[in-house]
């Protein structure tokens, strides 16, 4: 499990495409000496296993499913992604709960600066849109966000100094394509709600004695 707070920015050394999949390489600085073969580790928000380690280079191998979902298939050999270790037991709580387990991506659709900050608006899916509410908490290439604000087909959020600093959405541009993960509590509810709730319901004068009005 993760927490959205990125401890670094690295950068991709050889990302290999064969049958499918992709051998991604990145060197993770001094974050590869907390890591061993089989940790898992979100790389711009998807959780990768370590398949190998060679001083500061990480090796990953990713699936054909994973490419699908996400956005590491257009990596690169110089590309910067997000990356963050497991959280260990004990930890401080400071982001919210992320799983790596992307569920789809999105494209920026503007960037505002604002002085040292930037609104930051995505355009995304009904599908990704229907798991999120303002004020919410979304994963955006990994990072822990809060949603500010949506649309028909875009949210937007707020992004403070620190965080422009310290992950890729610093150089973030119009067209950029991201992961996104949504908030699994909100996630959760919603599913049971849909499993409560009937889907459709005629609103009657007899349900709304029902219902005591």
Same mark, same amino acid.
């Given at each position: 499990?993760?927490?959205?707070?990125?401890?670094?920015?690295?950068?991709?050394?050889?990302?290999?495409?064969?049958?499918?999949?992709?051998?991604?390489?990145?060197?993770?600085?001094?974050?590869?000496?907390?890591? $061993? %073969? #089989? =940790?898992?580790?979100?790389?711009?928000? /998807?959780?990768?296993? +370590?398949? !190998?380690?060679?001083?500061?280079? @990480?090796?990953?191998?990713?699936?054909?499913?994973?490419?699908?979902?996400?956005?590491?298939?257009?990596?690169?050999?110089?590309?910067?992604?997000?990356?963050?270790?497991?959280? $260990? %037991? #004990? =930890?401080?709580?400071?982001?919210?709960? /992320?799983?790596?387990? +992307?569920? !789809?991506?999105?494209?920026?659709? @503007?960037?505002?600066?604002?002085?040292?900050?930037?609104?930051?608006?995505?355009?995304?899916?009904?599908?990704?849109?229907?798991?999120?509410?303002?004020?919410?908490?979304?994963?955006?290439? #990994?990072?822990?966000?809060?949603?500010?604000?949506?649309?028909?087909?875009?949210?937007?959020?707020?992004?403070?100094?620190?965080?422009?600093?310290?992950?890729?959405?610093?150089?973030?541009?119009?067209?950029?394509?991201?992961?996104?993960?949504?908030?699994?509590?909100?996630?959760?509810?919603?599913?049971?709600?849909?499993?409560?709730?009937?889907?459709?319901?005629?609103?009657?004068?007899?349900?709304?004695?029902?219902?005591?009005?």
């Amino acid at each position: 499990m993760f927490t959205g707070l990125i401890e670094r920015v690295c950068t991709v050394k050889s990302a290999q495409t064969s049958a499918g999949a992709l051998k991604l390489s990145i060197d993770l600085g001094k974050l590869a000496g907390e890591c $061993k %073969i #089989g =940790d898992s580790i979100a790389v711009s928000g /998807v959780c990768l296993t +370590v398949a !190998g380690l060679g001083g500061n280079l @990480t090796t990953f191998d990713v699936s054909g499913e994973t490419l699908a979902k996400s956005n590491l298939a257009r990596l690169a050999a110089g590309s910067k992604v997000n990356v963050e270790l497991a959280m $260990k %037991i #004990g =930890d401080r709580f400071g982001g919210h709960i /992320v799983q790596g387990h +992307v569920d !789809g991506v999105a494209k920026i659709k @503007t960037v505002d600066k604002r002085g040292e900050f930037a609104d930051i608006r995505f355009e995304a899916e009904g599908e990704l849109l229907d798991q999120m509410v303002v004020k919410g908490s979304v994963a955006v290439d #990994g990072i822990s966000l809060t949603i500010a604000g949506m649309d028909g087909n875009s949210f937007s959020v707020a992004v403070i100094p620190e965080t422009l600093k310290k992950t890729t959405l610093g150089e973030a541009k119009t067209g950029d394509v991201v992961n996104i993960e949504t908030d699994i509590i909100t996630r959760t509810i919603k599913k049971q709600l849909e499993k409560i709730l009937p889907q459709k319901q005629t609103l009657t004068e007899e349900k709304l004695k029902q219902l005591g009005f």
